[in-house]
């Protein structure tokens, strides 16, 4: 399992950008993709998720009603539509596979992702 992770940039305050996980062929069929975060002095976090069972979709509350994950598996690629974006955004945006047999309450946990692709950093300017 191959993820690339791009699409981040900077972006002013209320600003929107969106991210693109590319995965490995039939990577979304069987695994679950999470969106993660890490910003400088903190853990990495969960951001969202879409599992490959259902393609139901799990955010972090502080994230809800602002960011949107989608799937497009003829190109293999999850997005993470983030608007309205807020200072307290800006991090090192990484995407992760997991077995959705692990990932099973709300985006999961980093533990319970096998496969990290490299991140895209997301500046929100004030």
């Known amino acids: 399992v191959q993820l690339q992770a791009s699409g981040g940039g900077l972006v002013q305050t209320g600003g929107s950008l969106r991210l693109s996980c590319a995965a490995s062929?039939?990577?979304?069929?069987?695994?679950?993709i999470g969106w993660f975060r890490q910003a400088p002095g903190k853990e990495r976090e969960g951001v969202s998720s879409?599992?490959?069972?259902?393609?139901?979709?799990s955010y972090a509350d502080s994230v809800k009603g602002r960011f949107t994950i989608s799937s497009d598996t003829a190109k293999n690629t999850v997005y993470l539509q983030m608007n309205t974006l807020k200072p307290e955004d800006a991090a090192v945006y990484y995407c992760?596979?997991?077995?959705?047999?692990?990932?099973?309450?709300?985006?999961?946990?980093?533990?319970?992702?096998?496969?990290w692709g490299q991140g895209t950093e997301v500046t929100v300017s004030s």
């Open positions: 992760a596979a997991g077995n959705p047999h692990r990932v099973r309450v709300g985006v999961g946990e980093t533990y319970e992702y096998e496969y």
């Open positions: 062929r039939s990577t979304l069929d069987y695994y679950t």
């Open positions: 879409i599992s490959s069972r259902d393609g139901s979709s």
